[in-house]
C-alpha cells in the first residue's frame, strides 16, 4: 500500500469522524465549527478525486459563506434567546432519523459500487464538442453551454432566495437594511484583518473567474470568494450591508439571470436555438455572460447572509 492510499484511507475515516462529532455536538457553536472543519475536508476529498472546480466551491460555498451564514443566525438566535427554547428531539425520532440516513447512504453506496466499470460517462462526447465553445475547461464549458438553461436557473433559485428572507422582514422596516454582522470597533484585529485579506481575495477572486474559461474556476468559485471578502468587510463594520430599496443593489441582483436568459433568447435568432452560440464568438459571449453572473453572485450571497432588513433606511 503506497503513502497516497494510506493518506487517503485516513481522510476518509477523519471525514466520517468529523461528520458524526458534527451531529453530535451539543453547542450551536460546536457543530458550526464542525461543519466547516467537515466541509473544509471534503474539498480535499474533492482534490484528490482530481475535481479541482468541485473543491474551490466546496471551500468557498460549502465552509465559508455556509459556515458565516450558521455563525450569525446561531449568534442571533442566542441574542434572540431562542437557543435554549428548542426542544430536544425524542430518542424515538432521533433512531428513526439515523435509520433512514444509514438506509440512504447504503443505498448510495450500493449504486456506487454496482456501476460497471468503466462507468458510463458522455466524457468523450462533451470533449468532442469543446472546441466549438473556445474554452479550455470542460467544466465551464458544460455549465455554460451543455446544461445552461440548468445554469441559469439555479442563479435564479439564488434570487428567489433573496426574496424570500427580505419577505419575512417586518412592514415598518421594509426598504430598510439588515442588522449590522458585528461590533464597530476601529481597532479591532478583524479591521486589520480586513486591510490585509480583503485586497488579496478581490485579486483571487477576480483572477479565478477571468481564468475560469480555460482552468479550474469561474464566475461561482470567484464570486464567492468576492462575496466572502465583502462580508469580511460587513463582519469588520468596515461596510455597512445596504438598503434593501437600493437600486444598484436590484440591479447586481438580477443582472446575471436577466442577461443570461437576454443571451439565450438572442440565441434563437442568431444561432437558430435557445441558448445557442454563433460560431467564431462563443467564448466571448460566454466571457460576458459569465461576468454578470460573477455580479449576481458577489452581492447575492452576502445579501442572504446579513438577513431581513432590521433598520430603518434612511431619509
Known amino acids: 500500500m503506497s503513502v497516497l492510499q494510506i493518506l487517503d484511507i485516513g481522510l476518509a475515516v477523519l471525514v466520517l469522524a468529523v461528520a458524526a462529532w458534527t451531529i453530535g455536538a451539543r453547542e450551536t457553536f460546536g457543530a458550526v465549527v464542525g461543519y466547516v472543519a467537515y466541509g473544509l475536508l471534503l474539498s480535499i476529498v474533492w482534490i484528490r478525486l482530481f475535481a ?84 479550455g475547461n470542460p467544466v465551464t464549458a458544460v455549465l455554460i453551454a451543455y446544461r445552461s438553461f440548468d445554469t441559469m436557473l439555479e442563479k435564479i433559485v439564488l434570487l428567489l432566495a433573496v426574496v424570500g428572507v427580505w419577505s419575512v422582514a417586518s412592514d415598518r422596516f421594509w426598504g430598510g437594511a439588515p442588522a449590522p454582522l458585528g461590533r464597530a470597533n476601529p481597532d479591532g484585529a478583524l479591521v486589520f484583518l480586513d486591510q490585509i485579506l480583503v485586497p488579496l481575495g478581490i485579486l483571487v477572486g477576480v483572477h479565478i473567474f477571468w481564468v475560469g474559461a480555460d482552468e479550474p474556476g469561474g464566475a461561482f468559485q470567484g464570486g464567492a470568494i468576492l462575496a466572502a471578502m465583502w462580508m469580511i468587510a460587513m463582519i469588520a463594520r468596515v461596510s455597512e ?57 458577489t452581492a447575492t450571497l452576502p445579501i442572504l447572509v446579513a438577513g431581513p432588513p432590521r433598520r430603518r433606511s434612511e431619509p
Open 52 to 135: 479541482p472546480d468541485v473543491a474551490l466551491t466546496e471551500a468557498a460555498i460549502g465552509s465559508g459563506v455556509t459556515g458565516v451564514l450558521l455563525v450569525t443566525s446561531g449568534a442571533r438566535l442566542k441574542a434572540a434567546g431562542k437557543v435554549d427554547a428548542i426542544a430536544t428531539p425524542r430518542l424515538s425520532l432521533r433512531l428513526s432519523a439515523a435509520a433512514v440516513a444509514i438506509a440512504a447512504a447504503a443505498a448510495l453506496a450500493f449504486v456506487v459500487l454496482s456501476l460497471p466499470a468503466p462507468a458510463p460517462s458522455l466524457a468523450a462526447e462533451a470533449q468532442q464538442g469543446l472546441a466549438a465553445t473556445g474554452l
Open 241 to 297: 450591508p445596504p438598503c434593501v430599496s437600493s437600486r444598484r443593489l436590484r440591479l447586481a441582483l438580477v443582472a446575471g439571470p436577466a442577461v443570461f436568459l437576454v443571451a439565450g433568447l438572442a440565441g434563437l435568432v442568431i444561432a437558430g436555438d435557445f441558448f445557442a452560440y454563433p460560431a467564431g464568438f462563443a467564448k466571448p459571449i460566454i466571457l460576458f455572460i459569465e461576468a454578470f453572473m460573477l455580479l449576481s453572485i
